[in-house]
């Protein structure tokens, strides 16, 4: 597809947790990154303090992927937090399969404050696959729906028009 190739860079949304990837990803300088240059990274106290709303909220407000990443198991500041967070992510990968959302879209990564290479790598990663998949573009789709839906409307009342007011 030409807009895959054609200048075309993935939008990711990057909800780190600020005692290990967001360290991480400052001190490796991601947002510098030449290669990834539309990650837009949001700093949460606990990636268990990640509602899947956000993951939704960032879809539809244009990302073509979803990167989260926290602490690695057993290491959460909140304890339990990131085990949430894995529990939360099965639901929410469960959700996006049902809207038609590919699974490599959204993605989680443990990686700790001292993993710099690792979120680079992560985030070239699925960069790549981003970009193998193409834009997913849901505001522009919900343009073309509304759209749709108006046409749909008209051909529905033009229907009518043509009908008998007592319809039984
Ligand atoms: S504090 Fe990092 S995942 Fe909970």
């Known amino acids: ?21 967001y360290t991480a990803a400052d001190l490796a300088g991601v947002s510098r990154m030449k290669y990834a240059p539309n990650i837009r990274i949001i700093r949460l106290m606990c990636s268990g303090r990640l509602d899947p709303q956000f993951v939704m ?17 057993g290491d959460c500041h909140y304890v339990e937090g990131n085990y949430k967070t894995l529990r939360r992510m099965t639901l929410l990968k469960r959700m996006l399969a049902d ?8 993605r989680l990564e443990w990686i700790s404050a001292s993993e710099g290479d690792k ?32 046409a749909l409307e008209k051909e529905v009342q033009t229907q009518q028009e043509g009908e008998p007011s007592h319809v039984h």
């Open 1 to 21: 597809m030409e807009m895959k190739t054609n200048g075309w860079q993935p939008k990711i949304v990057a909800f780190f947790c600020n005692w290990c990837t």
């Open 57 to 73: 909220a960032a879809f539809a407000r244009g990302a073509d992927g979803v990167l989260i990443g926290g602490c690695h198991p």
């Open 99 to 106: 809207l038609g959302i590919e699974e490599d879209r959204c």
């Open 119 to 150: 979120v680079k790598w992560v985030v070239n990663d699925m960069t790549e696959k981003l970009r193998a998949l193409g834009p997913l573009d849901l505001p522009g789709k919900h343009k073309e729906w509304d759209a749709e839906m108006e």
